[in-house]
C-alpha cells in the first residue's frame, strides 16, 4: 500500500514569478509582478483624478464619529461569512506558530485564493465580482439597531476591577500571549487557536464592532481557557487593555491600521508598542499604494490624501513602506521586514487580471531599551 502523499509545503509570498505571458492562466496569483512606467503612470493619474474632489468637512467628522456604528452594520450583514479564514498566516508569519510543521493546514499552493481580490476591499460590482462597498449598500436597509449588552462600558469597567499588578488578568499564567487587533468575526484568531497546540498559548483579540466581538464569543470554537475576546477602541487612549504593558509576545495587524484616521495612528502604534515584552513583535498585513482598491475608487469618496471612504461609511487608507517603517521605528520598534507584495491576482475562470499591492511587515521592540 503506498505511503499517503505529503501535502506540498505552501510557500512564502515572492517565490513565484511570471517569467512567459503565455503561462498568465495557469496559476492563481504571480509574485513580485514589475509595473511599467506607463501602468505606474496610469495609477498615479487614477488617484489624482479620485482625489481632487474630497468630501465636505462636516462630512469627514460624520464617518469618523459613526465609525463603530458603520463597522457593526458590516458585521450584523455579513457575520462570519465575509472573510475566508488566513490559514496563509502561518507562512508568511511563522512567529503565529512556532512549532508548527509547515505541511500542516494541508494548503496546495501559496495563492490566497483570491481571499484577498474579492474580500480585503474592491470597489464595485464588476464582472460578477461584488465587493464590501456595494455589498453594504445593497443591502444597510435590512438592518435595525438592537440594543447591545455587551459595551465597551462594561467592558472597560470589568477591566478597570482587575488587578494587573497582582497578575489577576485573562491569560496572566500564559507563556505565549497573542494579541490580534481588529479581529473581525474570527478568521485569524480561530485558525491560530487550530494551529499552535503551545498549551502556553493564550489569544487575545478585540475589534471596534461589538457585533464582530459577539460573533468571535458565541463562535463554537471560542475557547475561554486560551482566548479572551473583547470590544476595544484603539483610538481611545483611556480604553484600558485587559493585559499589562510589556506582556505579549506578538501583535498582529491585519488589514486593521488603514481603517483609521491617518493624525491618529502614531498614537495607536505607540500604545501597541508598550504592550509588547522585550523582543516582542508587531505583524502586520495592509494596504499598499495604488493597490486595485484604491485606482477602484470613485471621485467624491476621498477624505485626504490617499484615505477614502467606502459605499458602506468604513475607511481605508493606503501606505507607502516608508510610511510604515516612520510609524514603528517612532514607536522605537526595530525593522526586521518591510516588503511590498505587488501581486498579480489571476481568475481564470473569467480569464480578469487583477493588480493588489500589499505591504507586510515586521517590528521588534528592542531587546534592551534604546538610549
Not at 509547515?102 to 464595485?124: I, R, T, V, Y
Not at 475589534?207 to 479572551?228: G, H, K, M, P
Request: aromatic letters at 12%; a negative charge.
Amino acid at each position: 500500500m503506498a505511503a499517503p502523499r505529503e501535502a506540498p509545503e505552501r510557500r512564502p509570498f515572492g517565490r513565484r514569478f511570471l517569467t512567459d505571458p503565455a503561462r498568465l492562466f495557469q496559476h492563481n496569483a504571480w509574485d513580485n509582478v514589475e509595473w511599467s512606467e506607463e501602468q505606474e503612470a496610469n495609477a498615479r493619474s487614477k488617484v489624482q483624478e479620485n482625489s481632487s474632489q474630497l468630501l465636505p468637512q462636516d462630512k469627514q467628522e460624520e464617518y469618523e464619529v459613526n465609525a463603530k456604528r458603520y463597522w457593526d452594520d458590516f458585521y450584523k450583514i455579513h457575520e462570519n461569512g465575509f472573510f475566508k479564514d488566513r490559514h496563509w498566516l502561518f507562512t508568511e508569519f511563522p512567529e503565529l506558530a512556532p512549532s508548527r510543521n509547515p505541511n500542516q493546514n494541508g494548503d496546495s499552493a501559496h495563492e490566497f485564493s483570491n481571499e484577498e481580490s474579492d474580500n480585503e476591499g474592491l470597489g464595485s460590482c464588476e464582472n460578477g465580482y461584488c465587493s464590501l462597498e456595494t455589498r453594504a449598500e445593497n443591502q444597510l436597509n435590512l438592518i435595525k439597531s438592537t440594543p447591545k449588552i455587551c459595551t465597551e462600558e462594561l467592558a472597560t469597567q470589568k477591566y478597570s476591577e482587575l488587578n494587573q499588578s497582582d497578575g489577576d488578568y485573562p491569560g496572566s499564567s500564559a507563556s505565549y500571549r497573542i494579541l490580534e487587533v481588529g479581529c473581525g468575526a474570527g478568521n485569524t484568531v480561530f485558525p491560530i487557536l487550530q494551529t499552535n497546540n503551545d498549551p502556553g498559548l493564550f489569544v487575545y483579540c478585540c475589534d471596534f464592532s461589538t457585533t464582530a466581538v459577539d460573533l468571535v464569543q458565541n463562535n463554537a470554537e471560542y475557547d475561554s481557557s486560551r482566548c479572551f475576546a473583547f470590544v476595544h477602541d484603539l483610538c481611545n487612549d483611556q480604553s484600558p487593555f485587559p493585559m499589562p504593558n510589556e506582556s505579549l509576545d506578538v501583535v498582529i495587524l491585519i488589514f486593521v491600521l488603514s481603517a483609521i484616521l491617518p493624525e491618529k495612528m502614531q498614537c495607536i502604534v505607540n500604545r501597541l508598542s508598550r504592550l509588547l515584552k522585550p523582543g516582542g513583535m508587531i505583524l502586520l498585513r495592509d494596504y499598499g499604494r495604488y493597490d486595485l482598491a484604491q485606482l477602484r475608487f470613485k471621485k467624491g469618496q476621498c477624505l485626504s490624501d490617499n484615505f477614502y471612504v467606502r459605499g458602506d461609511g468604513t475607511r481605508v487608507y493606503f501606505f507607502t513602506q516608508g510610511e510604515l517603517d516612520d510609524l514603528f521605528t517612532a514607536a522605537g520598534l526595530e525593522k526586521i521586514q518591510n516588503l511590498v507584495d505587488r501581486r498579480l491576482q489571476v481568475n481564470r475562470g473569467k480569464q480578469m487580471t487583477m493588480y493588489r499591492v500589499w505591504i507586510q511587515c515586521k517590528y521588534r521592540k528592542p531587546a534592551t531599551p534604546q538610549l
